[in-house]
């Protein structure tokens, strides 16, 4: 075993379900009130950690966090037993109840961001979990997932796990999928690239006028002092206002990147050009060689069918001979002007030779394709033998799993099923199993 990226996806929760919960996020706004297919949405999660795993990829699953957060509504002035703070919350404000059953945590590219230790002074691999304070239902997963990473990376001699940022708007902070690792090889020192949506210290800068920025750069650069990132290889980029207003809520709907290629719209950052310069000038002066940038062009694709067949979410992953495959959502296929793209980007001259479609419309549903549903962690040799070993993914977990899901989860959910009292059973039960599954501390869920 080498140096190598894993995969963790989260496995989506039994509660899955569409509360347009996610101002800005076009997708949830559009399938708000619609039924969801938590078991469809769960299984379809689980066939893409397959089918990346046999490409080489190292593949590992997060679990859901137990749901509903009671803590939560509790907090919020709900009381009585269990049962009745459900039905408190279902007569006085169901938004509330909507938070605190939402299945979230499933996007794992927002969980945290993580540096791996080539890039980090003290050679270890840091890990900042995401307050995620720009959205009530997803600032409820912070405090568990802290717990779930201490728990999985808890070896300190290669880990360290730090605490989400202060739960403040000039703190606001969504993991990964604002952040991209660009680098010549896997294991040698990588350029990291933070792209924020706003400043809250900061005047002058240009803001979206309809949507939320969600991301702050004293976020970002917080974390890249936590992470002890050197500053020559460490970029702010702010991500386009334009982008935001058109229903790109995380840079990752815009933008991705893997070693030494990025694939981005044009539309994707303020002062492009000048952007896409820096990146390249940083990366030949620090991780050696040359970055390719395929920089897809607006009026071949533009920015509202990049939202609506996600192109850019897709996973690009190295294969073992150096090329790189696109993992897509369905819904490029779909979309004349998507196809063109990935057309185009097969023939280029760039390291991209190979694609492959993936169903994950229950995901896409509420704005996360297969990008959303994976965090990357490049991980040595000695750091896979410290993970927790019950989390990663193997032929015989994907059939335990789906046995799982298959034996716990609705095929049917509406928002209005989240105050039926089954629903807890069922949910606590699954969990319980879950953590037989995955070889957890029962409490941990
Ligand atoms: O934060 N959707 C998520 C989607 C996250 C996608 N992640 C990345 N782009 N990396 C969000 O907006 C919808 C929940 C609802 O409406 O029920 C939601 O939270």
């Known amino acids: 075993m080498t140096t190598r990226e894993f995969n963790f996806d989260g496995i989506v929760g039994p509660t899955h379900n569409y509360s347009g919960l996610s101002y800005g996020n076009v997708a949830s706004t559009l399938q708000k009130n619609a039924p969801s297919n938590p078991r469809a949405a769960a299984l379809q999660g689980l066939e893409k950690m397959r089918r990346v795993s046999t490409l080489g990829i190292g593949q590992a699953v997060l679990p859901p966090l137990r749901r509903p957060c009671l803590t939560f509504l509790r907090r919020v002035g709900m009381e009585g037993n269990d049962r009745q ?24 590219a927002n969980v945290a961001t993580v540096s791996p230790s080539a890039d980090c002074d003290d050679g270890r ?26 728990f999985v990376f808890a070896d300190e001699r290669h880990f360290v796990v730090h605490p989400p ?23 040698g020192p990588g350029l990291e690239c933070f792209v924020y949506g706003r400043s809250a210290m900061r005047a002058g800068a240009q803001l979206p006028h309809r949507f939320p920025a969600r991301q702050t750069l004293e976020a970002s650069q917080a974390i890249a002092r936590l992470h002890q990132l050197a500053p020559a290889r460490t970029v702010f980029v702010q991500q386009n206002p334009i982008a935001i207003d058109g229903g790109v809520f995380h840079n990752d ?3 991705v990147g893997n070693q030494n290629t990025l694939l981005c719209h ?59 495959t696109l993992i897509c959502p369905i ?9 063109f793209c990935i057309e185009t980007t097969l023939d280029g001259d760039n390291p991209i030779d190979q694609v492959e479609y993936f169903d994950l ?65 069922e949910v606590d039960s699954a969990m319980m199993e879950l953590t037989e599954i995955l070889q957890l501390p029962q409490d941990l869920l």
């Open 361 to 425: 419309r229950q995901s896409m549903l509420n704005g996360g394709g297969p990008a959303c549903l994976r965090l990357r962690v490049v991980l040595t040799d000695s750091q896979q033998q410290a993970v927790h070993d019950g989390i990663l993914f193997s032929e015989d977990l994907y059939q335990r799993l789906v046995q799982w899901v298959n034996a716990h989860y609705r095929q049917r959910l509406l928002p209005d099923d989240l105050r039926d009292p089954r629903l807890v059973e």
């Open 165 to 187: 940022l202060p739960a403040a708007q000039a703190f606001s902070d969504e993991g990964a999928a604002n952040h991209t690792r660009l680098a010549n090889r896997i294991d």
């Open 125 to 150: 691999l840091h890990l900042t979990v995401a307050n995620l304070t720009s959205n009530l239902h997803r600032s409820l997963e912070s405090a568990s997932t802290f717990r779930i990473m201490q």
């Open 253 to 255: 709907v815009i933008a």
């Open 85 to 108: 703070i459900i039905e408190r919350a279902a007569a006085t404000d169901p938004v509330l109840l909507a938070a605190a059953f939402s299945a979230s945590n499933m996007w794992t």
């Open 331 to 339: 819904e490029c296929k779909e979309l004349d002007s998507a196809r």
């Open 266 to 324: 044009e539309q994707a950052f303020v002062d492009q050009a000048q952007t896409l310069d820096q990146l390249k000038q940083q990366f030949a002066d620090e991780c050696g060689g040359t970055l390719c940038v395929i920089q897809i062009a607006t009026k071949s694709f533009s920015l509202d069918d990049a939202v609506k067949s996600y192109f850019f979410n897709s996973q690009l992953l190295s294969r073992a001979d150096g090329h790189m």
